[in-house]
């Protein structure tokens, strides 16, 4: 099991080469107009998309082994908890990979995640009281996690509309371009930077509660 200092080293560096990816991408873009498919952060099947469902793929993975040894625990959460939240990550990973969401035109895709989000703290309650309790620091960087995700990628696709139309208004071609590019920027910066505080909150998690000899008392601090 990975040790706390290990875990906050790896989240450090993920969030470096996210933001690299995404400074990349904005010099592609300033530079040449456009970037190459492998770095680009709109692209199917990108680096940064690869990324992002590997992120994806990583914390259903944790929520997995949580509930495979959950017994372990001093106070075992139910099955629901870990089991709703691998859904929600495979779900939103293999969207990542495939886009499944444009083909689901009719419906609005957005909901199905909020659907989800909304069903895993109305359904787990009595777990998520209990880790609030016993584990508030782990439950923070998730929830800083997913409100970075939601405000980078449902934010900002939220305000697409207004954006190009406020940009087409007072700015030039140019500046519309690199006005949409930012927005995708920002968008898709936030996505990783958000599943990357989620990863390491359920990995800190899953290493105090599965094994007693890391378990450490949790103290409102930035570094674990």
């Given amino acids: 099991m990975f040790t706390q200092k290990?875990?906050?080293r790896a989240a450090i560096a993920l969030v470096g080469f996210e933001l690299g990816l995404a400074l990349a991408y904005l010099a592609m873009i300033y530079l040449r107009g456009e970037a190459v498919p492998l770095l680009d952060l709109n692209g199917l099947r990108s680096l940064p998309s690869w990324l992002q469902a590997a992120h994806l793929f990583a914390?259903?993975?944790l929520c997995l082994v949580l509930l495979r040894f959950r017994q372990r625990m001093a106070r075992p959460v139910s099955w629901f908890l870990p089991s709703a939240l691998a859904v929600l990550c495979l779900y939103g990973g293999l969207d990542e990979l495939t886009k499944l969401h444009l083909a689901l035109n009719q419906f609005d895709w957005k909901l199905i995640y909020l659907g989800l989000l909304v069903a895993i703290p109305v359904?787990?309650?009595r777990d998520l009281v209990w880790v609030w309790?016993?584990?508030r620091v782990s439950v923070l960087w998730v929830l800083a996690g997913i409100g970075v995700?939601?405000?980078g990628g449902f934010g900002a696709e939220v305000m697409k509309g207004a954006i190009a139309a406020e940009l087409a208004t007072h700015s030039s071609a140019q500046g519309v371009f690199l006005g949409e590019?930012?927005?995708i920027t920002v968008e898709e910066f936030g996505e990783l930077l958000?599943?990357?505080f989620i990863l390491y909150g359920i990995a800190g998690f899953i290493a105090q509660v599965l094994n007693p000899s890391?378990?450490?008392p949790e103290r409102l601090s930035i570094k674990p």
Avoid: M, S
């Fill in 6 to 8: 290990f875990l906050w």
């Fill in 59 to 61: 914390i259903a993975g």
């Fill in 123 to 125: 359904l787990g309650w």
């Fill in 133 to 135: 309790q016993y584990h």
């Fill in 149 to 151: 995700f939601l405000l």
């Fill in 181 to 183: 590019h930012l927005r």
């Fill in 194 to 196: 958000g599943e990357t």
């Fill in 214 to 216: 890391l378990r450490v």
